[in-house]
């Protein structure tokens, strides 16, 4: 089985790939924490790294996994540059609960937050053809069950952006917030959060003089940014800036439909 999270598709993309490549199913990080994976020979994990770091729902959701100890276990992280501690900070939890990562890779996909610094992700597209291969490596390696631990060393880039000083500092600058000028309350925001925790509000008038009902991010983000990208009204911004319908992305295999959240 292989256990995924995603925001904008890359990750189920990816997660979807290797389970072609390799006869396998997957499952939402969120389903797997209540599943019965406890007769599963082969575990994979497919997530992304924010700010150095697996993010906040990853670690959550790992320590409430119940994974047998005797499987192989491997983890794969598509990022758009470096993975930091993002294997790292995961076998650490899977290995107080005595269960060995056995391999772990990487796959470079486009950064979905360049669209918090005014950057196209569109424009990394490159990626795919560059790392197609990756994946068929990364896959072979699976099937084989090889031991190998590409990026999963603990580094220092990793460690401080975990320190809360840091963490305090950088949080805001990739933090999504709903413009009510905008904002027409279609629940597309709602419906692709994975941590349900946007809600639609009444709204009886704004600076359109229209009445409808406009989301809410709530307290528990962690800034996965599907909320940015799929918005069909670019109202969900980072920071306070605007957001661009040309740097809005998501992966070009995964359609809005598969990013709804069940």
């Not at 925001?7 to 389970?19: E, F, H, I, R």
């Not at 470096?82 to 890779?105: E, P, S």
């Not at 996909?109 to 597209?125: E, H, K, L, M």
């Amino acid at each position: 089985m292989i256990l995924y999270f995603s925001g904008t598709g890359n990750c189920l993309s990816v997660a979807q790939q290797l389970a072609e490549k390799t006869n396998d199913s997957i499952m939402s990080l969120y389903d797997a924490v209540n599943a019965d994976l406890t007769k599963e020979d082969v575990i994979g994990m497919v997530y992304p790294t924010y700010y150095f770091n697996p993010p906040q729902a990853v670690l959550t959701l790992s320590q409430q996994l119940v994974l047998p100890t005797n499987a192989y276990v491997y983890i794969v992280i598509p990022c758009g540059a470096q993975t930091g501690d993002a294997v790292w900070a995961v076998r650490q939890i899977l290995k107080r609960k005595c269960v060995k990562v056995d391999y772990c890779h990487k796959v470079r996909v486009p950064d979905c937050s360049a669209i918090g610094f005014g950057r196209d992700p569109n424009a990394q597209v490159w990626k795919f053809e560059k790392y197609k291969n990756r994946i068929t490596t990364i896959a072979d390696d699976i099937n084989a069950r090889r031991r190998a631990n590409h990026y999963g060393n603990h580094g220092i880039a990793g460690w401080l952006c975990a320190l809360p000083a840091i963490r305090r500092k950088t949080l805001p600058l990739l933090q999504p917030a709903v413009n009510p000028d905008k904002c027409i309350g279609c629940g597309t925001c709602l419906r692709v959060c994975p941590q349900a925790n946007i809600t639609l509000i009444p709204q009886t008038t704004n600076s359109n003089n229209r009445e409808n009902s406009i989301a809410l991010i709530g307290d528990k983000c962690v800034q996965c940014l599907a909320c940015v990208h799929f918005c069909p009204q670019q109202a969900v911004e980072i920071a306070g800036k605007t957001t661009l319908k040309l740097h809005q992305y998501h992966n070009p295999n995964i359609r809005l439909k598969d990013m709804l959240r069940r």
